[in-house]
């Protein structure tokens, strides 16, 4: 698959889906019922983001890197971690017809470190580590999913976590 520009690519593979109104009420607010004392820069996250508390997206697995204050709104800062579908994903570097298009894979691109402000946002925590997580506790914290699945990717998705 080969997309236009690297913000395209984060487009499709982070989707949000729209969350109903049960779900809305039962998500907590994170500052005020989750301990973040003890992160630290290059602890690993697994969480999801929840833009206006409308929308949710996929789990999101990173380092975290910082809390900053941007006009008087708490951010976090993460960076993504490589991911298997990164492999397969390819940018396109060039839009011009003039010269040949370059395609570059999208694992090989530089890693941007990435925010979510808290004036209005959220996230919900599936998972915090001071290391590198195995298979096994990935496995046990995507149990904490909130996404809103379909019938047949809900089954799939408890068959696999088993």
């Not at 913000?7 to 969350?19: H, M, N, V």
């Not at 010269?99 to 470190?113: A, F, G, N, R």
Request: hydrophobic share 40%; aromatic share 16%.
């Amino acid at each position: 698959m080969t997309f236009n520009s690297i913000y395209e690519a984060k487009k499709w593979f982070l989707d949000y889906k729209e969350l109903d109104s049960q779900t809305k009420n039962s998500i907590i607010n994170f500052w005020y019922n989750y301990d973040f004392k003890d992160w630290r820069f290059g602890d690993y996250i697994l969480f999801q983001h929840i833009e206006n508390g409308q929308v949710i997206g996929r789990p999101q697995y990173a380092i975290f890197t910082s809390f900053t204050v941007w006009d008087q709104s708490l951010v976090m800062q993460f960076i993504q971690n490589k991911r298997a579908w990164m492999n397969f994903a390819n940018i396109s570097s060039n839009q011009s017809g003039f010269i040949e298009s370059h395609v570059t894979p999208l694992i090989c691109i530089d890693d941007e470190v990435e925010k979510i402000q808290f004036w209005t946002d959220n996230i919900h925590v599936l998972g915090h580590w001071k290391y590198k997580p195995n298979l096994s506790e990935l496995k046990s914290a995507f149990k904490n999913i909130i996404i809103p699945l379909k019938e047949a990717r809900e089954n799939k998705l408890k068959n696999i976590l088993k």
